[in-house]
Nanobody, 121 residues
């Protein structure tokens, strides 16, 4: 069992940066790949980024590639999403998830409650 708690969201101007954190409880955190997803009002939840359990591989949605960086520290049971050059279209609730290394939400077994990111123009 893994419990996930996101933090670091907030209001930022376009062009700014935020770093989201996702703290996990449970000794099995390092066994899971981790993903970040987001959901904007009136839209479907969409994949943002994912990272393997060893942090050896990462994958990004085209919309965030070159601007966002996913990383993890298994000694701290934490995964991060560094978001730079933020755009108003990045506004959404951001969720972290633990599961398989995939872009599909169904591949993740555990989800956090989400953290709001709002980018003003």
């Amino acid at each position: 069992q893994v419990q996930l708690v996101e933090s670091g969201g907030g209001l930022v101007q376009a062009g700014g940066s935020l770093r989201l954190s996702c703290a996990a409880s449970g000794r099995t955190f390092s066994r899971y790949a981790m993903g970040w997803f987001r959901q904007a009002p009136g839209k479907e939840r969409e994949f943002v980024a994912c990272i393997t359990w060893s942090a050896g591989s990462t994958y990004y949605a085209d919309s965030v590639k070159g601007r966002f960086t996913v990383s993890r520290d298994n000694t701290k049971n934490t995964v991060y999403l560094q978001m730079n050059s933020l755009k108003p279209e990045d506004t959404a609730i951001y969720y972290c998830a633990a599961g398989s290394f995939t872009t599909n939400a169904w591949g993740y077994d555990y989800w956090g409650q989400g953290t709001q990111v709002t980018v003003s123009s």
